[in-house]
């Protein structure tokens, strides 16, 4: 009941969840804390610690983890051998 109450009290002064629209990873409302190998690369994986903003506001920032495409072995040897030319 207590719990309920600061609940309700935090939202009539104007702190709000911060609501993580279509997994979209956005740097404005989000903290990437972690990676997670994945087909959908700049989706979020999984939400950590979720985020509030007072009055439109951010004062804490969701923390998330976000899916990275894999990086297969020819391209790894691409990337490579396009930073370090004939020397890779």
């Known amino acids: 009941m207590v719990v309920k109450q600061f609940k ?3 939202v009539s002064e104007g702190v709000s969840e911060i ?3 279509d997994g ?3 740097p404005n409302f989000c903290e990437a804390v ?3 190998q994945g087909k ?3 989706k979020i994986a999984q939400v950590i610690e979720k985020g509030y903003q007072l009055n439109g506001k951010v004062i804490r920032v969701a923390k998330v983890k976000v899916f990275k495409k894999e990086v297969g072995e020819e391209e790894k040897k ?3 051998a396009s930073k370090f030319g004939d020397y890779a």
């Open 8 to 10: 309700e009290t935090l």
């Open 19 to 21: 609501e993580i629209k």
């Open 24 to 26: 979209k990873f956005d």
């Open 34 to 36: 972690g990676v997670v």
């Open 40 to 42: 959908d690369e700049g």
């Open 78 to 80: 691409a990337e490579k």
